[in-house]
């Protein structure tokens, strides 16, 4: 028996099930610092008008994901995914070009499946393809963060 889609395509919402959040464009900052899992998150950054929360490790859909948080003043503005297998490398040391191809097939495989097979578009990056999903909401996106040169699952709320 197949799970249930953790992204919720009419608002964008995310649900995480360890630990049990539901993530989406309603989520205020302070809602969010008062919940059990924000007092858990590691605070990443914080500057004037954003700040930038972490989860480790979270199970989504049968999958374990590390999963970045972003408030833009008390709106949550985006979420980003990153696949946590160890065949992917479990620390900057372990990147790899061809680990994080593996990574975004991974993420692209996994979000086929939550999106029920939606089609998005593609354009080509530099080392991989991007796709993308545009919705009222929002849009999500699978591709290379050039920043750090690892790939991510990004949910953005408009």
Not at 91 to 96: A, G, H, K, W
Request: aromatic share 8%.
């Amino acid at each position: 028996m197949s799970q249930p889609s953790a992204i919720d395509l009419a608002t964008g919402a995310l649900t995480i099930q360890q630990p049990r959040v539901v993530l989406g464009s309603d989520l205020t900052r302070a809602r969010f610092d008062a919940l059990p899992i924000g007092l858990q998150c590691r605070l990443i950054r914080e500057a004037a008008h954003w700040s930038l929360f972490l989860i480790p490790t979270a199970e989504i859909s049968g999958e374990v994901f590390s999963v970045s948080i972003r408030f833009h003043e008390e709106r949550l503005d985006c979420v980003a995914l990153t696949c946590g297998r160890p065949e992917f490398g479990l620390s900057l040391n372990e990147l790899s070009a061809e680990k994080e191809q593996a990574r975004q097939r991974c993420h692209n495989d996994w979000l086929h499946q939550q999106l029920d097979g939606l089609p998005g578009t593609q354009s080509q990056g530099p080392d991989a393809p991007t796709w993308g999903w545009s919705f009222p909401w929002g849009e999500i996106v699978s591709g290379w963060d050039v920043k750090n040169g690892t790939t991510e699952i990004v949910i953005d709320y408009r």
